[in-house]
């Protein structure tokens, strides 16, 4: 007991890696505003970088940048309407409007909070659950990855605004954007035009930069002679009774979080969109509709997505599995300073374990110190004259897009979306189903075609397979219960019951 | 009238100096290398151990870039379209020896010049412990008896199960369901989960399932026990006529432009050779499962070849691929 608190506590008394956490998560956090640098990128050269360290060191580097990267995302979301990661996607329906209200400084601390809260709940489930959790992720076959997939879609009711027609509209146009590139299976290119370049797909964060970024910097230019709203930022930090109010669902869209994090096939980004539809679905009244500033629209995101944080460490320190992209590349930063990350880990290294989940409380509480401050300089970016903001805009947007892949291709691409989704806006189009469609579309089709083969491509067994499993079962039913909840069934349903 | 001449004069000595000493003093500025598999990955991580020692010894700094997508073609394609300078470096797989086979491009490794062949990944064919099979005879066995039944992970066609597959075929009946994964990572998953029977791995990425009893080995692909996993029988236990394609494995390379001059050639493979032989790699490598090869050159090539050759008939011969190696000029092992 003294050795697993003294682990948990090394990151918290070595100056060190006080300091190298604290680093990590103060870039981090710049790295996840900017649209198209990622997390996983930065971990990837971080790799090299850090060869000749000592293996403590660099991971609470690296630690530190995901967990302030994740958060990262939110900033750009709420002050430009420009999700710096596709885990912040949902971030923007309410905090862009309530940086629009001068309420910038406010909403950027309210994520802040909440995105901490989240971060420790998914620490501390990682912490007291880890090995049952990863048994239960386990348990996921390819039949209920399909029936995630599909549950997904059902969100697109939360996401398409006034008009449900054009959300399942846009759905389907990302689902086929997303099935771009070479077939999973029979490795055949699939709607590629006979281009090489776009074998390898369309990037889901390129559709989002193009869509969110380029098209809304061009949305902005019918604006330019609106003067900018006036950000008060009096008070940043959220009064305690605020988040007591929403502490509960915090809490609820973080075990949300906690747990879509800790599949293997799905991450932060698939959590925040199921977290955001939870607040819809939940909160009955709240005090300003969503999408137009809500905070709950705020809270359930942000909570979710650093909650997936502890999620994806899972089946990392548990199997040895990756939980998401960020932690494939910290196993192979393990293997390459001669760790053997697996189920051995636990046993062989067990220091391990605690001390990531030190770390990773340790990363959350400077992230409540850095997230909080320098708000007013940032909210200021709002306040920037648009001649200025746009042109900057769009240079970030392709400086982001490429550094990527370093493709010129995806930045033709990103342009080419960035027009489509400003006509498309014009139209009355929502941006959030698309991207919706982009990272569902790929999980439907490997899902359901690992789920066919399974059974030998027999629809009676694949169907059987819905209602036979007990898990399968369960997230069929929630499924068939939001369908019918959702539908004019519902009030048939309710008469003939009324009626007996 | 001689100023000018010696101005002239001066102005060719100093541009043979420049043009001399630009290769001279290879390298002398950054390295580009490009990855051809994604972040993470296998080629990845023997690539980011790897990498440091080059820079070592050819005192200079390599930056690597992950450019994923099309079993690699992005990648290769990317690296063969830069100046011939030997700035630019593709660190790749095996892959692109049957590009032209798989009809994903026209292009192989045969229009790169190989710089290392750096190792090769040991393969395992691997199952759950609570499966009733301990040996791949034992599967096999059942496999013939109830065709069609038992489910493969599978990463693709062209991926290392399909390849296995097909190499079983062409000597032997193995009729499977196979199901499909992203890669290695997300097949192991479904393992441990049991929601498929078996799945053939390199051993980088089940080594440590085995050790910690959560997937058993069912037989490796070669013709002898491995020091590192006892008691895992060697294929040609199962179906001895394999035997006549072993040794065989993913391998991990570095290439450079056809078109590259000498003695930058030189130089890089040079400082490979020196780079895969220090203890440092060495000791990675070995934990990672992967066998050490280090070669260059002639060495190169053949390996490259008889790799191509082997891989490409056997798919042939188990009907895994339509086009025949022949029309494509690869002679028969």
Known sequence: ???????????????????????????????????GLSVTMAVSILISFTFSWEINNALALMVGIYVGGVYGGSRTAILLNIPGAPSAVTTAFD????????????????????????????????????????????????????????????????????????????????????????????????????????????????????????AEAFYQLHNMAKV???????????????????LPLSIRTSIIGVVVGALPGTGGDIASLFAYDHAKRSVKNPEVPFGEGAYEGLV??????????????????????????????????????????????????????????????LANIFLLFFG???????????????????????????????????????????????????????????????????????????????????????SVDFLLGLVVNPLSLVLTSVIVLVLLGNTPLKGWLYSRFKRR | MTKPLFT???????????????????????????????????????????????????????????????????GMNHVMRQRPDGYNLLFGAENPQLYPLMGLAEFTYDDMHPINIIGQGLVVIATHPESEFDTFAELLEYAHENPGELKMGGTGAGGLPST?????????????????????????????????????????????????????????????????LPGVPPITDAIPELESFLPWGPFWGVFVHEDTPDDVKATLEDA????????????FLTNFGGESLNLNGEEAQQYLDNWQSVTAWSMFEADAVEKSPEELGIPRP
């Not at chain 1, 900018?228 to 109010?245: A, G, T």
């Not at chain 2, 102005?11 to 043009?19: D, E, K, L």
């Open chain 1, 300 to 361: 359930a995101p942000e909570s979710a997505n650093n909650a997936a944080v502890g999620g994806a460490y899972v089946p990392m320190l548990t199997l040895g599995m990756p939980g998401d992209a960020v932690t494939a590349v910290m196993i192979g930063a393990l293997v390459i300073h001669g760790l053997n990350p697996g189920p051995m880990l636990m046993i062989e290294t067990p220091y391990m374990f605690w001390f990531t989940v030190g770390n990773l409380a």
């Open chain 2, 164 to 228: 296995i597959h097909a190499m079983i075929n062409s000597v032997d009946d193995l009729d499977v369901r196979t199901v499909t994964f992203g890669g290695d990572g997300p097949g192991v998953t479904a393992l441990l989960g049991e929601h498929i029977d078996f799945m053939p791995l390199s051993l980088s990425a089940v080594a440590e399932q085995i050790r910690a009893g959560r997937l058993k080995g069912l037989a490796v692909l070669g013709s002898e026990e491995l020091a590192d």
């Open chain 1, 372 to 458: 909080l401050t320098g708000i007013k300089l940032f909210t200021k970016i709002v306040e920037v004259p648009k001649a200025i903001m746009i042109p900057l805009i769009l240079v970030l947007c392709v400086v982001g897009t490429y550094s990527l892949n370093s493709s010129m291709t995806e930045v033709y691409w990103m342009l080419g979306f960035g027009i489509l989704g400003y006509w498309l806006k014009m139209f009355g189009f929502q941006m959030g189903p698309i991207i919706l469609g982009v990272i569902l579309g790929p999980l439907l089709d490997e899902s359901y075609r690992q789920a066919m083969s399974s059974v030998g491509d027999s």
């Open chain 1, 1 to 35: 007991m003294s050795d697993t608190f003294s682990y948990l506590l090394m990151a918290w008394l070595d100056p060190g890696l006080l300091g190298l956490t604290a680093l990590g998560v103060l870039a981090g956090i710049y790295v996840g505003a900017i649209p």
């Open chain 1, 95 to 214: 905090g862009y409007p309530l940086a629009l209200k001068g309420e910038a400084g406010k909403a950027i601390g309210l994520s802040t909070v909440m995105s901490v809260i989240g971060g420790l709940i998914g620490v501390l489930v990682l912490a007291l659950t880890a090995p049952h959790l990863a048994d239960l992720a386990l348990q996921f076959a390819p039949r209920d990855y399909f029936l995630i997939a599909v549950m997904g879609l059902l969100l697109v009711s939360s996401l398409s605004g006034k008009s449900l027609a054009r959300g399942i509209f846009s759905v389907a146009l990302g689902a086929t954007i997303g099935l771009v590139g070479m077939d999973m299976v029979t490795a055949q290119p699939r709607l590629t035009m006979g281009s090489m370049e776009l074998l390898g797909g369309i990037h889901y964060v390129v559709v989002m930069i193009g869509l969110f970024g380029v």
């Open chain 2, 8 to 74: 002239q004069l001066a102005i060719a000595i100093g541009s043979i100096a420049v043009a001399g000493g630009a290769f001279a003093d290879y390298p002398e500025r950054n390295i580009q290398g490009t990855i051809q598999w994604g972040a993470g990955g296998a080629t990845d991580n023997v690539v980011r151990s790897l990498t440091p020692h080059v820079e070592e010894v050819l005192d200079t700094t390599i930056v690597l870039t992950n450019r994923a997508g099309g079993t690699g073609v992005i």
């Open chain 2, 272 to 283: 490979y050779e020196q780079a895969v032989a220090s203890d440092g790699f060495q000791e």
């Open chain 1, 228 to 246: 900018p709203v006036k950000q008060n930022v009096d008070k940043i930090v959220p009064p305690l009774n605020m988040v007591l109010k929403f």
